[in-house]
């Protein structure tokens, strides 16, 4: 059954230069118990995805387009019943949980919140389930670590903290935006293993939003590569990591270290740099960049084409692609 579809969502940011965008025209669905992947370079629109689901977009960005969370538009909801779905039914991972939790108020007390909030819960069963789900997730003497403040906790404990926070009210959703990215690699796998298994427990979906190819081969179902803002490449993880057919896919992967490789083999960087908001293209986000760009790639948004069963990329020269991979 669908529990989210994203169609068309565009999120405009004020600049000095006037309004760019940041995400444009995304769509996809999400069902119950499926994962997700975004992947892609910083600043390619994943994180400003992320917000605008769970309606935390910076001041003065304009959202438009539809997020149907069961039918219900959330892009249609105020403030008021935005906090209603908040913590409730989407549960957010931030990437850094040291600016995410609040330096004042224990952990313990912080994570028992959403259950006062939103499910009515006293103060003492609310701390009384707090110290289980921090123990849930792997916080050592958790019913001691519940009265400490999060500068007294290391950076995976407070992620720990991070994660049962967000389960407290058992979200039907939850988004990892890089959940990882501070952490060392011993940490970070302990903590994506836990997020599979809690996702896994409670049956939710779940959006990981990461730069690394190599979580999202072990951690979700489906992939969007995304570029510029816009969703370049959808496919199941094993598919897209079978074959790329979007330029960009190609680009990511063909500088991505390998073993076996030739001492002094060299990586394939893609060229140039990512542009400004204000300097993105208004038709292929890529075609800067690209090496097989024409003068038509320049003309309007590549629709999306079908490369398989489920695996659709924004290109419109998907058989010369095809042709210099397998050349």
Same mark, same amino acid.
């Given at each position: 059954? *669908?529990?989210?579809?994203?169609? +068309? ?8 230069? &006037? ?11 999400? %069902? ?7 992947? &892609? ?8 995805? !992320?917000?605008?689901?769970?309606? $935390? ?16 538009? $959330?892009?249609?909801? %105020? ?42 819960? &006293? ?6 389930? !707090? ?16 009265? !400490?403040?999060?500068?007294? $906790? ?38 994506? %293993? ?26 979700? +179902? ?20 079978? @074959?790329?057919?979007?330029? @960009?896919?190609?680009?990511?992967? !063909? ?17 140039? *740099? ?30 999306? $084409? ?12 998907? +058989? ?8």
């Amino acid at each position: 059954m *669908t529990l989210l579809q994203v169609e +068309d969502l565009t999120v405009a940011l004020p600049t000095r230069r &006037g309004w760019a965008r940041a995400v444009r025209d995304l769509s996809f669905t999400l %069902d119950r118990g499926q994962t997700l992947g975004l992947v &892609g370079e910083s600043g390619c629109g994943k994180s400003m995805t !992320a917000l605008a689901l769970m309606g $935390l977009l910076p001041e003065g960005a304009r959202a438009s387009g539809r997020i149907a969370l069961d039918g219900e538009d $959330l892009l249609m909801l %105020d403030e008021p019943e935005m906090c209603r779905i908040r913590g409730n039914r989407v549960g957010m991972i931030f990437q850094e949980p040291m600016t995410a939790l609040n330096p004042l108020q224990p952990i313990g007390r912080q994570v028992a919140e959403p259950l006062q909030l939103h499910r009515g819960v &006293g103060r003492a069963e609310a701390e009384r389930e !707090a110290v289980r789900l921090l123990d849930r997730v792997g916080l050592p003497n958790a019913a001691q670590r519940a009265h !400490a403040h999060p500068h007294q $906790l290391s950076g995976g404990q407070r992620q720990r903290a991070m994660i049962a926070m967000a389960l407290a009210c058992e979200p039907d959703l939850l988004v990892a935006d890089e959940p990882t990215t501070a952490l060392d690699v011993t940490i970070q796998g302990q903590i994506l %293993d836990l997020v599979t298994e809690l996702v896994d427990e409670r049956g939710m979906a779940l959006i990981l939003i990461t730069h690394d190819l190599g979580v999202i081969a072990e951690t979700v +179902d489906r992939v969007i590569v995304m570029y510029g803002g816009a969703g370049v490449e959808e496919a199941a993880t094993d598919d897209l990591f079978a @074959y790329r057919a979007h330029p @960009y896919s190609q680009g990511l992967f !063909a500088a991505l270290p390998q073993i076996g490789l030739a001492r002094g083999t060299r990586l394939e960087p893609i060229p140039g *740099t990512v542009p400004e908001l204000a300097d993105m293209p208004d038709a292929c986000t890529f075609v800067d960049r690209c090496p097989i760009a024409v003068g038509a790639c320049r003309a309007t948004p590549p629709p999306p $084409l079908a490369v398989g069963p489920g695996h659709r990329a924004r290109c419109i020269r998907l +058989d010369e692609a095809r042709r210099r991979s397998q050349g």
